[in-house]
């Protein structure tokens, strides 16, 4: 079951990106389109296609993992895990199934110091990053090659429901500071993001104070850019 392609990854890689099931109801398609008088398929038949092929995938999935041999830990070229190219690409169902095999490590960083949890935030998948939160191994607080955090990723994405996420988890600690010395409050108030500014300063963990290598707090960038509504909430 470890055997790797040229880019180093191995059939629980691909299974975890979804690609065997995209291509599979592709083909299905083309052939579909090909067949009969040439009219078009209904298009509400591709995602039904799609499906079943998922269910097929996730099955596989399972089989591999209850292999004595598996190691659900791999990691290709890029040092990426079969759970975090889930996470990536949104396959909950895959990121749940891996989430339950106990020699799972969802803490793992590729080789831009990324974990699953990183992966899923930055791409905006908030019932991943829940799964994965729900997960009592998970840290959320594990910075990539920048220093960034999770949190950073998703106050300086405007991500208002995973910032809220994130905070309810008690590990999370949000006045850490990336390579520039930025906190995700400094993140929130740059790119003007008065929600999330707010979320944060609601939390009893928050230090507004903080100042990044320029030596500017929060409240000096929001002042810097005009931005009134938060400058009055810091």
């Known amino acids: 079951p470890h055997l790797k392609n040229k880019e180093g990854a191995s059939g629980l890689h691909k299974l975890a990106s979804n690609k065997y099931a995209r291509q599979f109801a592709q083909h299905k398609m083309d052939l579909l389109r090909r067949s009969g008088d040439g009219k078009m398929p209904d298009p509400s038949m591709e995602s039904v296609v799609f499906g079943k092929f998922r269910k097929v995938e996730l099955f596989l999935l ?24 889930a996470a ?34 930055f791409n905006g998948r908030l019932e991943i990053v829940r799964s994965l939160l729900d997960h009592e191994k998970t840290d959320p607080n594990l910075q990539n090659l920048s220093g960034s955090t999770p949190l950073h990723s998703a106050a300086d994405h405007g991500y208002l429901q995973i910032v ?71």
């Open 88 to 121: 990536r690409e949104g396959m909950l169902g895959i990121v749940q199934c891996l989430l339950a095999n106990e020699k799972t490590d969802p803490n793992l960083q590729n080789l831009s110091g990324e974990t699953p949890l990183y992966k899923a935030v």
């Open 62 to 85: 399972q089989e591999l993992l209850n292999h004595e041999k598996t190691d659900p830990n791999l990691q290709d070229t890029w040092r990426n895990t079969p759970l975090l190219i």
């Open 164 to 234: 809220q996420c994130l905070l309810a988890n008690e590990k999370t600690n949000p006045n850490l500071q990336n390579k520039w010395g930025s906190t995700p409050l400094h993140k929130a108030v740059f790119n003007g993001h008065l929600s999330i500014v707010n979320c944060l300063l609601g939390h009893q963990k928050t230090d507004p104070n903080l100042q990044d290598i320029s030596g500017f707090t929060p409240l000096h960038y929001a002042a810097k850019n005009g931005y009134l509504q938060i400058v009055r909430s810091l």
